[in-house]
């Protein structure tokens, strides 16, 4: 009798011991409360629009975005994320003058800076919105009519910090572990002077984003 109960005894553990090992291990996939660093890279489309209302007519012009963030938790479901972003924008327009076809492209180079507010619904979704200051660093006008076709270039230096366009932009991060793939949208509201004053820009720039990020 003891040598039955000792064998059911050995069975029993070894069984256990079996079913412990095959068990299937829990990890937990929810980052919103992990601070994160990260580097981001995609394209914008972008077009600028008459804030006067006027017949202005202007394609949209593809153009490149790169740049990085910082992801900082305040709670759970809520944190902010700055982000610092070289990115291009513009415009394309066609048109008639004086019996004459013309073609423009505009090229617009920005330091994009960001800051928002970041609700997180779900593990795998942040919805972002928030201020933007932008900073013009070149720009180039491509002109072509008829037999005449000319290239103009100019670079600013921005050393008035205080001057700067200001915008919204606002979107989504779809999160996958170290991987975002984001979306956005902006568009400038006023232009700050750098004296303290600010006026409504007449042409305002918008455009949507997609980018794909890694964060560390």
Do not use: C
């Amino acid at each position: 009798m003891k040598n039955v109960i000792l064998v059911i005894g050995m069975i029993t553990l070894t069984a256990t011991s079996a079913f412990a090992q095959n068990e299937p291990v829990t990890t937990t996939t929810d980052n919103r409360e992990k601070f994160f660093f990260g580097v981001k890279a995609g394209i914008n489309l972008s077009n600028v629009y008459d804030s006067e209302g006027d017949d202005f007519v202007a394609d949209s012009k593809v153009g490149f975005a790169a740049g990085g963030f910082v992801s900082i938790p305040i709670v759970k479901f809520f944190g902010v994320q700055p982000e610092v972003l070289f990115s291009q924008k513009g415009f394309k327009s066609e048109g008639t003058y004086l019996g004459t076809t013309y073609e423009m492209t505009r090229t617009t180079n920005h330091l994009d800076i960001p800051i928002y507010a970041v609700l997180k619904p779900i593990e795998n979704l942040s919805i972002l919105f928030g201020p933007q200051f932008s900073y013009l660093m070149s720009q180039k006008d491509d002109f072509t009519g008829g037999t005449i076709s000319s290239t103009d270039e100019q670079n600013f230096s921005n050393a008035n910090l205080r001057k700067n366009t200001f915008g919204l932009a606002g979107g989504v991060d779809l999160n996958f572990d170290h991987f975002v793939f984001g979306l956005r949208a902006a568009w400038d509201v006023k232009n700050n002077n750098g004296d303290g004053t600010s006026d409504t820009p007449r042409y305002k720039n918008m455009l949507y984003q997609a980018t794909l990020g890694y964060r560390f």
